[in-house]
């Protein structure tokens, strides 16, 4: 039987009561269910209170549809690539993220580079298809990762864009489509811990699609909000970058990145000058990637950001073998290296969380 409207609204009214984490903005600060994160927290002097601990987990719905480059992804102990194993590992892990005070993840529609960086990327990993519809499979796989994080108290930040596989879009009515899908299906199912990040890097010089750069984000800011207003809205620059203005006086908070920034005084800097775009006015600041580490040392990015009242993300591409870090499938969702550890124990150590990562 059909769905009749009055059925779905109240299907979604249903969904909606039954979710248990509600992230919103309040000033610069998060809140989860009406009250600031980490509330009363402070860490060696610096503001732990309002901000979101978080790391990309991108790949958590990754698969590979091009028969060519599906096999570099295949686990060692079958020989075979297996998506549906892929997020069920990533499901099982999430607690134990949770547990040391990470209450942020980044997924993506379109994942990131299974290498960690690459030139090209003949895969194809996307949940949208090239006439910017869902993909079922995809979305199913979404769905649990969303539904767990809810259930965890977690906030998801929900990217749609990727540069590494927006080449497939039909044109610009494809990419509105796709930002209107992904709206509606966040909204229809009455998700209540979600931010959406429209496009990691739109200032990328990889995007082939026009309307997803920098210079035209703000027009799918604004569709977004059109289609799904009770989300929070934005999009994330390259490494180093500062967002720029059209976004700033659209966003509901800005997601900047650390990479390439090996100094951490520099990262200060990147807040600070964020803060001082045309168009700022208080809201959340936030690096959801970044991979410099030296989570030993009193002085790191993750430190820095925090001293000037920015969250931080960990981005992991793996060390010696990229299948090591969180970014390369196929990926170990564990605390399974001394680098995941060192930051898993600082962000419990800032967050105030009992846990400690286990050797």
């Known amino acids: 039987m059909p769905l009749t409207r009055r059925s779905f609204i109240a299907a979604s009214l249903a969904a909606a009561a039954q979710r248990k984490t509600v992230v919103e903005i309040h000033g610069d600060r998060f809140h989860?269910?009406?009250?600031?994160?980490?509330?009363?927290?402070?860490?060696?002097?610096?503001?732990?209170?309002?901000?979101?601990?978080?790391?990309?987990?991108?790949?958590?719905?990754?698969?590979?549809?091009?028969?060519?480059?599906?096999?570099?992804w295949a686990y060692p102990?079958?020989?075979?690539?297996?998506?549906?194993?892929?997020?069920?590992?990533?499901?099982?892990?999430?607690?134990?993220?949770?547990?040391?005070?990470?209450?942020g993840i980044t997924v993506n529609l379109q994942g990131g580079s299974p290498q960690g960086y690459s030139k090209e990327q003949p895969w194809r990993n996307s949940a949208i298809a090239p006439d910017g519809s869902l993909k079922p499979a995809y979305m199913a796989r979404?769905?649990?990762?969303?539904?767990?994080?809810?259930e965890l108290g977690m906030v998801v930040i929900f990217g749609i864009f990727y540069f590494g596989q927006d080449e497939h879009l039909q044109g610009d009515d494809a990419v509105r489509r796709a930002v209107r899908a992904a709206a509606t299906w966040l909204r229809e199912?009455?998700?209540?811990?979600?931010?959406?990040?429209?496009?990691?890097?739109?200032?990328?010089?990889?995007?082939?699609?026009?309307?997803?750069?920098?210079?035209?984000?703000?027009?799918?800011?604004?569709?977004?909000?059109?289609?799904?207003?009770?989300?929070?809205?934005?999009?994330?620059?390259?490494?180093?970058?500062?967002?720029?203005s059209n976004l700033v006086k659209e966003a509901d908070f800005l997601l900047i990145h650390g990479n390439g920034v090996k100094e951490p005084p520099h990262i200060a800097e990147m807040v600070r000058r964020t803060r001082?775009?045309?168009?700022?006015?208080?809201?959340?600041?936030?690096?959801?990637?970044?991979?410099?580490?030296?989570?030993?040392?009193?002085?790191?990015?993750?430190?820095?950001?925090?001293?000037?009242?920015?969250?931080?993300?960990?981005?992991?591409?793996?060390?010696?073998?990229?299948?090591?870090?969180?970014?390369?499938?196929?990926?170990?969702w564990g605390v399974n290296t001394e680098r995941k550890r060192g930051f898993f124990r600082l962000a419990a150590e800032m967050a105030g969380a009992e846990a400690a990562p286990r050797p």
Request: glycine residues 8%; contains cysteine; proline residues 6%.
């Open 32 to 72: 989860i269910n009406g009250k600031p994160t980490y509330a009363g927290r402070t860490w060696k002097g610096h503001r732990i209170e309002g901000l979101l601990l978080n790391t990309r987990m991108v790949q958590g719905t990754f698969d590979d549809e091009n028969r060519e480059t599906v096999s570099r």
């Open 77 to 103: 102990d079958t020989g075979k690539w297996d998506a549906e194993r892929n997020t069920r590992e990533f499901l099982a892990a999430m607690p134990e993220w949770r547990s040391h005070g990470v209450l």
């Open 142 to 150: 979404m769905e649990r990762i969303l539904d767990r994080a809810d």
């Open 189 to 244: 199912r009455a998700y209540t811990n979600v931010l959406i990040e429209i496009a990691n890097e739109c200032d990328n010089r990889s995007y082939e699609q026009p309307l997803i750069q920098a210079a035209r984000i703000d027009t799918l800011l604004r569709l977004c909000k059109s289609w799904a207003p009770s989300f929070p809205v934005s999009a994330s620059y390259n490494g180093g970058s500062i967002p720029t």
């Open 276 to 332: 001082q775009v045309v168009g700022y006015r208080p809201m959340p600041i936030l690096f959801n990637e970044d991979d410099h580490f030296d989570f030993d040392k009193p002085e790191n990015n993750f430190v820095a950001a925090i001293s000037e009242g920015a969250s931080w993300g960990y981005f992991d591409p793996g060390e010696s073998n990229y299948r090591d870090g969180y970014q390369c499938p196929p990926v170990n």
